[in-house]
């Protein structure tokens, strides 16, 4: 076991563990993104898929992330770094971690600008200014919103202030407390916005779009974008669940913790359909909107009903809070390093971090006022931000992760982390050196567009190369057989 310098400092529970990594995981991709993407690719068939993809991808790569931050007992860089060397591999294995931790800085730069766009709507709200009688007149309030460099800005900086604020407080005093009251607060307001959508006319029809299985409905498009939606909802390759796994303490089970926030995840993103699909088919609008279902359409179903400000008021609080929750995570991997390496406060190094990524945000923000034009290959300051982080560093950070644990680490480390019993631990490996990588292989190659790949007309391209990956594990790791055989043994 490596250990850092100096006492690492722990959540006060395990609940603090669960309820941080679960903010983490449940932002605006659970309740904005999972409704809309549901609806474009055909509900419960899209549902099952990305359930699947969950156990498949999304938990084996979680319980890596957190065993790598649990045993190296630091940011993405430290953790790394001193997990390889307990193995005796080469500190360069660290630049895995310098990316995951830049990835999570590049998104919280421009995530901070589509978070202030929840904190304006919740104003509006409030003020009335959400008023109009067509979805043309929503989309016009959006885009009146966005040209406003000044209302813009000052949202995003709002964001940026308070998440930095908690961070500047501490894992403890900060993060922990912040997320005890936030997230049990977020699922009842879900909770509320689901009973009131039992009355509302439109819950069976909501209940039977998200929960009937129609195979003919989803298409190789739809099943990519479940193992995408399962690959980034859970924060994977960002910094943040590696980071909150250094604190997590020494006697809790990494496996239990992680299903139980693959769980809570995944019933937040169910609820979150749940309240909102009632609402849009009881006014008779259309599930498939796309990224306009939060914005415009469901602004426009609040005004038709009863006690609508007030529900209205409740979920863009809601996905302010969830919001936040994120961006608390994303930030959090800079903070611990800058505080571990630099020898400074955690209240300087949260606060110096803000200033940079203020910068950067406003540039973002820019982009859709008076910087539109300044694009590069077509592309913004926010349009780059999103390719790079979401296309090129969470797939490549996400595969380097799995590799190094599944292929290069000596077994032992990861066995001794994760505490499991032979079969357990046997399926984990196989998980994460061939059905991972995989699957990761898959989104990168389809987020690039390389090559459009169809799992219908290509799965015997899909299963030559788990094949030859299967192939390549057993003969880089000759020693895994007797391990497994030695611990069966006991």
């Known amino acids: 076991m490596v250990s850092s310098e100096q006492p690492r400092i722990q959540w006060l529970g ?51 992330e957190i065993a790598f931050g649990r045993r190296g007992l630091g940011s993405p860089v430290d953790a790394i770094r001193r997990v390889v060397r307990e193995s005796g591999r080469s500190s360069a294995w660290s630049l895995i971690g310098w990316m995951a931790m830049l990835c999570g800085f590049m998104i919280l730069s421009f995530y901070v600008v589509v978070a202030g766009w929840s904190f304006a709507y919740l104003w509006k709200m409030l003020t009335g200014g959400l008023a109009g009688s067509s979805v043309d007149d929503m989309a016009a309030v959006f885009e009146a919103n966005n040209a406003n460099p000044w209302n813009l800005g000052f949202w995003s900086t709002l964001v940026t202030l308070l998440t930095m604020l908690i961070v500047g407080k501490g894992v403890q005093e900060g993060i922990e407390k912040s997320v005890s009251w936030m997230m049990p607060g977020l699922v009842l307001m879900l909770a509320l916005l689901i009973a009131f959508g039992v009355f509302s006319g439109g819950f069976a029809q909501a209940f039977s779009f998200l929960f009937s299985f129609d195979a003919g409905s989803l298409s190789s498009e739809g099943m990519l974008a479940a193992l995408g939606h399962a690959f980034f909802t859970l924060s994977l390759a960002s910094g943040a669940i590696l980071t909150y796994g250094s604190y997590l303490p020494k006697g809790t089970s990494i496996a239990r913790t992680t299903l139980s926030v693959a769980i809570a995840d995944t019933v937040v993103a169910l609820m979150a ?3 909102i699909f009632p609402v849009i088919f009881a006014n008779g609008m259309n599930p498939a909107e796309g990224p306009g279902l939060i914005f415009m359409s469901l602004p426009l179903a609040f005004q038709a009903m009863p006690f609508g400000t007030l529900f209205g008021t409740l979920f863009f609080l809601m996905l302010s809070m969830a919001a936040l929750t994120s961006a608390i995570s994303m930030v959090e991997a800079t903070v611990s390093w800058l505080c571990d390496n630099k020898g400074i406060s955690r209240r300087t190094a949260s606060w110096s971090t803000g200033i940079v990524l203020w910068l950067i945000s406003t540039l973002a923000m820019l982009s859709f ?5 300044w694009t590069l290959a077509g592309k913004s300051v926010f349009d780059w931000l ?21 292929f290069v680490l000596k077994s032992e480390t990861f066995r001794d982390e994760l505490g499991l019993a032979p079969l357990p631990y046997a399926l984990w490996l196989s998980m994460v050196r061939y059905v991972s990588p995989l699957g990761i292989v898959v989104i990168f190659i389809d987020a690039l567009g390389i090559y459009q790949v169809s799992f219908a007309a290509h799965w015997p391209l899909l299963l030559a190369i788990l094949v030859a990956m299967v192939a390549l594990g057993e003969a880089l790791s000759p020693r895994l057989r007797p391990a497994l055989q030695a611990r069966r043994a006991l």
């Open 14 to 64: 395990r609940w603090g563990f669960m309820l941080a990594a679960t903010g983490s995981a449940v932002g605006l991709g659970n309740i904005w993104k999972f409704p809309y993407i549901t609806g474009e690719f055909g509900g419960g068939a899209f549902v099952l898929v990305y359930l699947a993809c969950i156990l498949a991808v999304g938990v084996p790569v979680m319980m890596t």
């Open 369 to 373: 006022n008076l910087g539109a034009d």
């Open 273 to 275: 359909g749940l309240a």
């Open 386 to 406: 999103d390719y790079l982080t979401s296309r090129l560093m969470m797939p490549l950070g996400g595969l380097g992760m799995v590799v190094l644990a599944g």
